[in-house]
């Protein structure tokens, strides 16, 4: 089965409709990208399977199990108890363009900071767990640095960590290499290469063509809140 099915995803704000019933299989193991132009709902899709955002209508499946909402075949929705949408909740792992680090931590410090807080942790396991979740993104050595001590793709790669410290089986990324230099994508695009020869489930919001043909094994191309395309690189990219 899908690591996520997306059913009739739809999302207004107001009274304006942005996501028109998507529907759309997440492959297990696979890095998906979502690409198309700006304003096509690419990053509201991602906000709602982060649950950052609520749906209005249709649902979301992690792993069969349903998001935050379930749906009756009449169409009322369900919101469910608020244990069952953290456990699901927990699967998911996010990664902002802007990095999102807390400046006043060091790079362990922000990788660990919800292991000691949301985990409950010890301060000695956590310290442990963020080293080898920051040794995976070749940042070890940077433990002690603040995020201004580190260029743009170090700080991305400790939001990496922080990430994947939490044991996410799913990771989200908006636009990582959006806020950097085009000579730091690359050590970022590493990152995620080597995520994905692991086998982590990612989804992938990127307006660079060429990001998404080098890291996605799958590619779904929005525009005005639909799925338009919904492939492999080769079929998408294939001259006709
Ligand atoms: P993309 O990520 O493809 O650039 P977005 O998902 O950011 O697209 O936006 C899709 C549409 O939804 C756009 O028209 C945008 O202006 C609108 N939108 C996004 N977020 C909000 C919000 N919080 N309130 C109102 N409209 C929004
Ligand atoms: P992105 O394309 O990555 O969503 P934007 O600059 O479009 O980046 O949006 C940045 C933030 O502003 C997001 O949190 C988004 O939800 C919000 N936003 C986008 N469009 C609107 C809008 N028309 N009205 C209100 N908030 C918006």
Redesign the pocket.
Known sequence: SSAISIRGLCKS?GH?EVLHGIDLEIARGATTCLIGP??SG???LL?CIAFL?EATRGTILIDGQPLGFEERPDGTRLRLAPPRIRKVRSGIGMVF?QFNLWPHMTALGNVTEALVTVKGLSRQEADARGMAQLRRVGLEARARHYPSELSGGQQQRVAIARALALEPEILLF??PT?SLDPELTGEVLTVMRDLGQEGMTMVV?T?EIGFAASVGQRIAFLDHGRVLLNGTPAELFAAP
């Open positions: 704000y304006t700006s304003g690419k990053s509201t906000r955002e363009q908006d636009e959006a919001v307006h």
